[in-house]
């Protein structure tokens, strides 16, 4: 059921966020239930408490008031990211998979330090053109990946990391699995234990594989579906069939709103998977809305535009269709951060602008202010905020203080470890 939260982000004194913040220079631990949000033009991984839209703190990278500004952590630097996604394990470390114009991978953040620490093997050539990455268990890790701009025909691929033994496995694409071969693929979200939906970016200049879609992949095959076509341009691929068998097909599924530029991150919610998407009218003018795809049932593969803008799929990809929220029109840029609210809302930024969170409401498609993080003195100014998830403070499940059986005194060794409060503080 959907039900959307009626708040509103509160209005307050940038001094209060001086003081706060500035004091030490170091790093501001996340709270439970806090947004981590990545400013791209900074490099910095920041807390944001949902409930009052306030900034709590930097958590790594450069310090978003101090002046002269100071970085927070050591380690890589993902400032200039083109893409970054966040994920958090069970122990609240925080994950990063980032691709700047020098450096690509996944970082791993201490909450407590804002140490940024570069997993082994994730700076290798099949981690270049950085994905969508994920968390399945505590020492698991998926994520999408192409050496795209190396090679325009290189094979996209999904692959698995463990963080314990800093091994990669390729599960799907480059000679694992059968179905359409993957281009470019970027959004990625889990639609149940063994599925996983992947959306390409759409090609420009490539003669004969042409278009964008949504597949299904099967993680313990690697085997790939087309759900639906995300293009006004047919999906032109080669479809593998066996070893060293494939042949050069026209595949399409599915009808609605289309893009024609790319999709940039996608959420799963109740069998649909939301995309948020760009595309270009002229060289000045990028519209872009969320579209919702049905990957379940007789429907599946049906497109809709929730909020936004996005293409009729008349040919053309260049008739412009336009869904206002409810609350009034508001242009939407390059959607990124998608991610579901305790509420069921609909959580996502914009990266080209404004710096603000926001929150699509599915009971009355109002867009709600959660955040006005622009609004806040900080800099640099654009932050481009990019990736965003939720930070779930670690759960006592372990015997930490040693005395042989699971109890306050391990609760006590967390607060003190995060220095969390107690809800009455």
Known sequence: MR??????????????????????LQAVPPRDGDYLV????????????????IVRGVVSGRDLVAAPPSIIGGGPSIAGSFRT?????????????????????IVAIDPMTGDRTLLAGTDSIRWAQAGDLMLIDGD??????????????????????????????????????????????????????????????????????TGAGLYRIDTTTGDRTLVSRLTSLPVEREVITGPC????????????????????????IDGVAYLGASSRLTASDFPAGIIGVEVMGAAAGQR???????????????????????????????????????????????LFGPDVIY??????????????VGGQDLTPAPLELSGMTIW??????????????????????????????????
């Open 3 to 24: 039900h959307g939260s009626r708040r509103r982000a509160l209005r307050w004194s940038a001094g209060a966020m001086v003081m706060f913040m500035a004091a030490g």
């Open 38 to 53: 990545v400013s791209r033009s900074a490099g910095t991984v920041f807390a944001v408490d949902p409930d009052t839209g």
């Open 85 to 105: 996604s966040l994920a958090t394990g069970p122990d609240g470390t925080i994950y990063a998979r980032f691709e700047t114009s020098a450096d690509f991978g």
């Open 140 to 209: 698991t890790m998926l994520s999408t990946g192409d050496d795209f701009g190396l090679n325009a025909n290189g094979d996209g691929r999904v692959l698995r990391y463990d963080t314990d033994l800093h091994m990669t496995t390729l599960i799907s694409g480059a000679g694992v699995g059968i179905g359409p071969r993957l281009i470019r693929p970027r959004a990625m979200a889990r639609l149940d234990e063994t599925t996983l939906l992947v959306a390409e970016f759409t090609l420009n200049d490539l003669p004969t594989r």
């Open 245 to 268: 068998e494939a042949s050069l097909e026209t595949i399409d599924a599915g009808s609605g709103p289309v893009m024609n530029l790319q999709s940039r991150d996608m959420l799963v």
């Open 304 to 350: 809709t535009l929730v909020v936004g803008q996005a293409m009729a799929d008349d040919g053309t990809g260049m008739t412009l269709l336009t869904v206002d929220p409810a609350n009034g029109p508001m242009p939407l840029s390059a959607p990124m951060g998608l991610l579901e609210t305790p509420q069921g809302d609909m959580a996502f930024t914009c």
């Open 359 to 372: 929150a699509y409401d599915f009971a009355t498609g109002e867009l709600i202010e959660i955040a006005d």
């Open 392 to 425: 779930h403070a670690p759960s006592v499940c372990a015997d930490i203080d040693g005395s042989g059986i699971v109890d306050f005194g391990d609760l006590n060794e967390v607060l003190d470890q995060w220095e969390q409060p107690c809800p009455d503080e």
